[in-house]
């Protein structure tokens, strides 16, 4: 078993405790003053947890090698935990903007306010130095669960960030309606980054292509490894979790041999491999007379 398999499994797993870590660090601090916006803070910090543990659910499925039924592997599975993220994103801020409602029309005012605050920024601490790490990982493992997860993570830091700055007001100030106020916008915040996780993931279940970087890339990779050869066309590919599937035609002279056509596209292959991290190659070969005279022309 590849090492990076029980690294990422490792990651996982402690995305799943750190979530019920701060979980409870912040429902102390909301459980100390009683106020809406450490609510808000707190009822997200379950979202957290959730999506850690659907996303540890999700990368195991994604590991699976291909099968009878699932031809071309499982890696999609990972964008199945970061739709349902982002849909739970967006139940805790409904849930959020209900509580602010009714905190506002009895106008409760928070207690202690201070050392909550000093308890819940512990958790924040803890949330921005785990998002920036699952970033790096995400992306270096082409992980859709992972930066899903970060990008939540992230958004309840600045939620959290806004709701220090609210308290410290309702301190300063005595306005209790402050703390509404803040929860409603900690819940704006949430909403979008819901949105987000969402549109990104579904991007991802339907088939989007490569950047336009990586194309370049893919294109400028073929036109060096493809001596012999006399254009490539139909270029194609679509992300899959960590995979990139990439299929084009390959147009050889008709006279060339079988063995020297196998031999130009295993060398592309290969090269495709060494670049693009998780590539699937797919390569149709075709005679001369096919030749369309766009795409990448090798000769």
């Known amino acids: 078993m590849p090492k990076w398999i029980d690294r990422t499994t490792a990651v996982a797993s402690a995305s799943i405790m750190i979530a019920l870590v ?8 909301y459980a100390m003053t009683g106020s809406v916006a450490l609510y808000s803070d707190a009822l997200e910090s379950i979202v957290n947890l959730v999506t850690a543990v659907a996303a540890f659910w999700a990368i195991q499925v994604s590991r699976k090698p291909a099968d009878s039924d699932h031809q071309f592997g499982h890696h999609k599975a990972e964008y199945f935990s970061a739709v349902l ?36 920024s512990v958790a924040t601490v803890i949330n921005g130095a785990w998002a920036m790490f699952l970033f790096r990982f995400g992306r270096r493992r082409r992980s859709p669960a992972f930066i899903a997860e970060a990008w939540h993570l992230t958004s309840d830091v600045i939620s959290s960030l806004g709701v220090l700055v609210g308290l410290l007001l ?22 979008w980054s819901g949105w987000k996780v969402i549109r990104e993931s579904v991007s991802g279940l339907m088939d989007a292509a490569v950047s336009s970087d990586v194309e ?29 599937f990439v299929e084009f035609h390959l147009v050889v002279p008709g006279s060339l041999s079988v063995v020297a056509a196998h031999e130009i596209c295993d060398r592309i292959e290969a090269a495709l491999q060494a670049a693009v991290e998780g590539a699937e190659v797919l390569i149709h070969v075709e005679p001369d007379s096919e030749a369309r005279h766009h795409g990448v022309i090798v000769l």
């Open 22 to 29: 701060v979980m409870g660090i912040k429902y102390i601090a």
């Open 85 to 120: 993220e982002g849909v739970l994103i967006v139940v805790a801020a409904l849930l959020i903007f209900r509580q602010a409602w009714i905190s506002y029309a009895t106008a409760n005012t928070p207690e202690n306010t201070l050392m909550g605050l000093a308890v819940n």
């Open 170 to 191: 309702v301190v300063a100030t005595g306005w209790a309606a402050l703390d509404s106020l803040v929860a409603v916008l900690v819940a704006g915040n949430i909403l």
């Open 216 to 244: 370049r890339e893919i294109r400028a990779i073929i036109a060096t490894e493809a001596e012999g050869a006399l254009e490539v066309h139909d270029l194609r590919s679509r992300h899959a979790g960590r995979a990139t």
